[in-house]
């Protein structure tokens, strides 16, 4: 028997659209439920409960994993027949932020909201979900991953290091995040590194404490943090140049009381560490931490040196790129390249460590407010598009039409 049309090509955009357009109440309210219920990171069960439910509703997924990585879930559609397995990603952690009290789907959970998108991104998984049951592939698996704790770069990590997730034996990994400031809709993408690596450092500064009007008498951390500040800030740029090495930004001081007879003894400094690849990222720490003891010597200081929230670079292979470059040719949409990184990291990098894929960014509008401000909500109406998009990609890897 000859295969299908089904079987040779994806439908087209337009059978999608159609598809989703029947179902996009049903999964704006999915949206909508989860921001009404944001969960903070390493606490997600609530919203993958949701998730879940809301799934086992709509399509019979050949195999369900709770508890993925802590908190997260994976959902297996398999089309019966051998062939490649796609892993297409989600995140589903929050920020501790307060929302808008206007907002009709306004979060029930003060001090929590999704202000990066995080419940658009799962919502539109799930709309790939019933694409997939409504069009299996045509050979394969997928799997739809909600992953927990993107936001403190740990999520990816916990669900690799989980034993069954080696037993999901994904051979592709695909993603997408929505990009404040880009026209609406607009796709963006580009192969090798695509998100920067960053890094936490925390400076702990101890020397002692005097009397404000002889300061001579303690080591007071101050003349220190100031230098640290200047020279860390330049550092990109002594090295390089901010895209080629990488960005540092202060995040936070701390030292002494409101008391203006005390000289402190003790200060803090933390830092973000942003680069373009891993191994730049480990040369600007490196510096800093040379650099770090060199100052805090100077001043007679003790200095601790830590570091925290590890990212690793989102890197787009090759095959990737391809894979995105055909799913978006097939589906008409057009696309932008990227001229250099996106200024924020993502622990997706961590799936593209081990096997193939890549990463894009679907436009949120050029008025949507900044990710991770009050003001930000998720356009649903990206939710076609990001799935449409998610599944034809899925498609092709699994087809092998991607490759060279």
Known sequence: MLPSTLETQPPLFQTLENELSARFDEVRELRWDLHRHPCLSGDEKDSAD?????????????EVVEGLGETGLAVVFDSGRPGSTVLLRSELDALPLDDLPEMPHRSTRPGIAHKCGHDGHSAIISAVGLLLERFPLPTGRAVLLYQPAEETGRGARQVIADPRFSDLRADWAFGLHNVPGLPLGQIRYRTGPFCPASEGIEIRLVGGPSHAGEPHNGRNPARAMAQMITSFCGL???????????????????????????SPGEGIACFTVRAETNEKLHHLVDTMKSRTCMIGSAYGLEVEFLRHDPFSATLNSPEGTRVLDQAFQHLGFPTESVDSVFPWSEDFGEFLSLMPGA??????????????????????????RGAAALYTAAWIAVSGQGKE
């Open 236 to 262: 990109p740029t002594e090295l390089g140049g901010l895209n080629a090495v990488g960005l540092v930004t202060p995040t936070h001081l701390r030292m002494g009381e409101k008391d203006f007879g005390l």
């Open 50 to 62: 949701r998730i879940r439910r809301w799934l086992s509703e709509r399509v019979t997924p050949s």
């Open 359 to 384: 990463f894009f960014a679907l436009g949120s509008g050029e008025d949507c407010p900044s990710l991770h401000t009050y003001e930000y909500d998720f356009p649903d109406s990206l939710i076609t």
